[in-house]
């Protein structure tokens, strides 16, 4: 099976620290994915990448960065957090060509700003 | 109008109850629909892909109508085990493989 793995499960920051929040999947996967869940407003889209060194806004991407050096690792990059950034991080990946498949997510990342 | 919508509900339905929702997408481009189940503080896992012709996997059938933008599952038989949020999900028409997810509909299967 796919894995992705976040690198943490909990994280609680204080309000202006740069964030990194790691991702990781063991599957060659071309695309992946950073999505924040909050109660009342879905899944939003974030970021997301097709390839290395790759990466295309999603619908929300104030207040963030990405890094994907590696193939195998999306970094998710909070510049100066804020209480607003308080949310569930998911971060997905999935193979082109692969539609009937969909994503296949990471457990998560709650992040708490302080 | 929103790109996915759902009926947030919540769905209380006794076992063995036969449920239904139902979902519509905005971009009529939109290629490919997915069902995702989310249980309370997890991940969203993928349930089924919702294919043109309609398809089925055990107690679960789900169902696209192109023409509405209405995609619909049904779980026939409920368990307990059911109880979850369903959330419906487009494939975004404009940026190859990125996912529109609908909020989601919670359903409670109780005794």
Known sequence: DVKVTQSSRYLVKRTGEKVFLECVQDMDHENMFWYRQDPGLGLRLIYFSYDVKMKEKGDIPEGYSVS?????????????ASTNQTSMYLCASSLPGTETYGYTFGSGTRLTVV | RKEVEQ?????????????????TYSNSASQS?????????????????????????GR???????ASQYISLLIRDSKLSDSATYLCVVRRANSGYALNFGKGTSLLVTP
């Open chain 1, 68 to 80: 994907r050096e590696k193939k195998e690792r999306f970094s998710l990059i909070l510049e100066s």
């Open chain 2, 60 to 66: 679960f059938t789900a169902q696209l109508n192109r």
């Open chain 2, 7 to 23: 009926d947030p509900g919540p769905f209380n339905v006794p076992e063995g109850a036969t449920v239904a929702f139902n979902c």
């Open chain 2, 33 to 57: 629909f997915f069902w995702y189940r989310q249980d309370c503080r997890k991940e969203p896992k993928l349930l089924m892909s919702v294919y043109s012709s309609g398809n089925e996997d």
